[in-house]
Nanobody, 121 residues
């Protein structure tokens, strides 16, 4: 059974930090590209950061460059995808989703249920 379970969201003030985590199991996610997406109220889902299975080809949206850092830890049966979010801004308020795709496919196939981040000004 494939599971992607996010955690770490919450309510913080502008300038604070949060660390999101996603535990992915049920596939060999160590060989998958994984990423973080977010969806703010009334807006479309957007890509925030991605990382290929080998830690290369890391991508960040311009809006989070220099503030967010994506990383992963490949354990035996579970991959832990994390994102350190520093200097949070009210515009970072959104539900954040973890996702995974095979590196030979463009579409993200597996998704978590999301974790909410609210940044107050």
């Amino acid at each position: 059974q494939v599971q992607l379970v996010e955690s770490g969201g919450g309510l913080v003030q502008a300038g604070d930090s949060l660390r999101l985590s996603c535990a992915a199991s049920g596939r060999t996610f160590s060989t998958y590209a994984m990423g973080w997406f977010r969806q703010a109220p009334g807006k479309e889902r957007e890509l925030v950061a991605t990382e290929r299975w080998n830690g290369q080809n890391t991508y960040y949206a311009d809006s989070v460059k220099g503030r967010f850092t994506i990383s992963r830890e490949n354990a035996r049966n579970t991959v832990y995808l994390q994102m350190q979010m520093n200097s949070l801004k009210p515009e970072d308020t959104a539900v954040y989703f973890c996702a995974a795709r095979r590196i030979d496919r463009p579409e993200y196939e597996y998704w978590g249920q999301g974790t909410a981040v609210t940044v107050s000004s």
